[in-house]
């Protein structure tokens, strides 16, 4: 069984940001201008023996506001805001396409948000072909796009297929309905199985699902729970968070009550017995 030293993780108990993203968030700066960044893409596209491409796109809407979110994410049912959006986005795939390289080939490309699946079916399609006349894509590239299951149809997950994605990533955080309510996303475990058998019967190639330790009211005991039956679901990838409540940045988070969050050593003990709980499955 592989041990986890709770005393080695308090040793190394500081703040840092996710590495999620490269460079991390500390490192942007609004003193890299535009024109730094169109310098930056010539300078890149000049030469031999160019790297291939990874392309990332923001889709930031979604249909509900969940109170543990720290993404740039806009809550919104108005379709022609996010038809403007998409329009904007084609003009920037446009500008920046033009000054990439003949040849070089893209081996990665992943939608996150916000909720890239709150677009509709057609629009999904639509934006993919708009990409793909814009840029050439490696027979192998590894496809990703992240979904939310509660407003999902088949049929968006036809069009991601038709469009060639063959990577699914998809937030869980905790099965209990006590945790959910606090956090104000309702997903049943259902609803996730329901989708995740759709993903497998359309033959995707990998499926991500996302979990998050330290929200309230969650114990070692509850989240154990949460943890077996992931290893039931049995996803070909886990990411495991660690919850960032930081309300003077992200407003929404002060409708989550401090003294409803587990305290730090509760927090050790869930990461604690989620590691060994999973690296014990394989």
């Not at 081996?107 to 993919?128: A, K, N, S, Y």
Request: glycine share 6%; hydrophobic share 35%.
């Amino acid at each position: 069984m592989f041990g986890i030293d709770v005393n080695l993780i308090k040793k190394y108990d500081k703040p840092g940001p996710r590495y999620t993203s490269y460079p991390t968030a500390p490192q942007f700066s609004e003193s890299f201008t535009q024109n730094d960044f169109m310098d930056e893409i010539v300078r890149t596209n000049s030469g031999q023996d160019l790297p291939d491409l990874s392309l990332y796109y923001h889709l930031p809407f979604c249909d509900t506001l969940c109170y543990f979110c720290g993404c740039n994410m806009i809550v919104t049912h108005n379709r022609e805001r996010i038809k403007k959006y998409v329009e904007y986005l084609k003009r920037e795939i446009d500008l920046t396409s033009s000054h990439v390289a003949p040849g070089r080939e893209t081996t990665q490309i992943h939608w996150g948000g916000g909720t890239p699946t709150h677009l509709d079916p057609d629009e999904i399609t639509d934006l993919i072909s708009h990409i793909k006349k814009r840029f050439d894509f490696k027979e192998d590239v590894e496809a990703g796009c992240e979904i939310d299951p509660r407003e999902l149809t088949k049929d968006h997950l036809y069009a991601l297929k038709s469009g060639g994605f063959n990577r699914i990533s998809m937030g869980v955080q905790d099965f209990n309905e006590k945790v959910q309510k606090a956090v104000n996303r309702i997903q049943p475990e259902q609803m996730t199985r329901k989708v995740i058998g759709w993903v497998r019967e359309l033959d995707f190639q990998s499926m991500n699902l996302d979990l998050i330790y330290g929200l309230p009211f969650q114990t070692s005991e509850t989240f154990e729970k949460t943890i077996d039956s992931i290893i039931d679901i049995s996803p070909d990838r886990i990411a495991l968070f660690n919850f960032a409540f930081v309300p003077w940045m992200k407003k929404h988070m002060s409708l989550i009550r401090p003294e409803d969050m587990p305290p730090a050593e509760e927090k050790l003990i869930i990461l604690k017995m989620a590691i060994e709980k999973l690296t014990g499955a394989g």
